[in-house]
Antibody, heavy 124, light 108 residues
Framework: EVQLLESGGGLVQPGGSLRLSCAASGFTFSSYAMSWVRQAPGKGLEWVSA????????YYADSVKGRFTISRDNSKNTLYLQMNSLRAEDTAVYYCAKVLNYYDSSGSNCFDYWGQGTLVTVSS | DIQMTQSPSSLSASVGDRVTITCRASQSISSYLNWYQQKPGKAPKLLIYAASSLQSGVPSRFSGSGSGTDFTLTISSLQPEDFATYYCQQSYSTPRITFGPGTKVDIK
């Protein structure tokens, strides 16, 4: 059974830092790209960042580029999101999600498994 | 970035009703369109991928159609457990994917 378990959320002051973790199990972690998706309170879903299976390629939304860093440790089956220079607008539930490539083309993917989410609150 | 819109933003329906939700992309995305269901306080759940492929374990009352810029999610006979918010998501511009704003389905 695929399981994704996020941790590391909490209350942080504006300008502060936080590192989120996502522990994966039930699949060959290194074979799959992973993403972080966030949801501000009462709002919709926003893609934040993605990383290839090897960790060699990383991608970011413009809203977090230069402040957030995605990484993974395939020996520990764990995905990370280092968040620096946090702003009030970063307040959200952060989900990690497993990427499924259903065909061999760049756009043929979806998020087939999601974690339960971890809440990040940026406030003084 | 590719913008996604959904209509309606919310709807009220009764158990047994046929429900249709529309998703539109700001440019052609071929069939690179996925649908998710989210219940309050829970993570999203994949329902449909590639516009019309049913994810394993999802009831057959859910179906998707469309290509290019216009897509629909249909629930053929609404069940009590289907009251939730539904999001479309384009993967054409992977990795810079975008979600629609969501459609909330509640009880009439």
């Amino acid at each position: 059974e695929v399981q994704l378990l996020e941790s590391g959320g909490g209350l942080v002051q504006p300008g502060g830092s936080l590192r989120l973790s996502c522990a994966a199990s039930g699949f060959t972690f290194s074979s799959y790209a992973m993403s972080w998706v966030r949801q501000a309170p009462g709002k919709g879903l926003e893609w934040v960042s993605a990383i290839s299976g090897s960790g060699g390629s990383t991608y970011y939304a413009d809203s977090v580029k230069g402040r957030f860093t995605i990484s993974r440790d395939n020996s520990k089956n764990t995905l990370y999101l280092q968040m620096n220079s946090l702003r009030a607008e970063d307040t959200a539930v952060y989900y990690c999600a497993k990427v499924l490539n259903y065909y061999d083309s760049s756009g043929s993917n979806c998020f087939d498994y999601w974690g339960q989410g971890t809440l990040v609150t940026v406030s003084s | 970035d590719i913008q996604m819109t959904q209509s309606p933003s919310s709807l009220s329906a009764s158990v047994g009703d046929r429900v249709t939700i529309t998703c539109r992309a700001s440019q052609s995305i071929s069939s690179y369109l996925n649908w998710y269901q989210q219940k309050p306080g829970k993570a999203p759940k994949l329902l449909i991928y590639a516009a019309s492929s049913l994810q394993s374990g999802v009831p057959s009352r859910f179906s998707g159609s469309g290509s290019g810029t216009d897509f629909t999610l249909t629930i053929s006979s609404l069940q009590p457990e289907d009251f939730a918010t539904y999001y479309c998501q384009q993967s054409y511009s992977t990795p810079r994917i975008t979600f629609g704003p969501g459609t909330k389905v509640d009880i009439k």
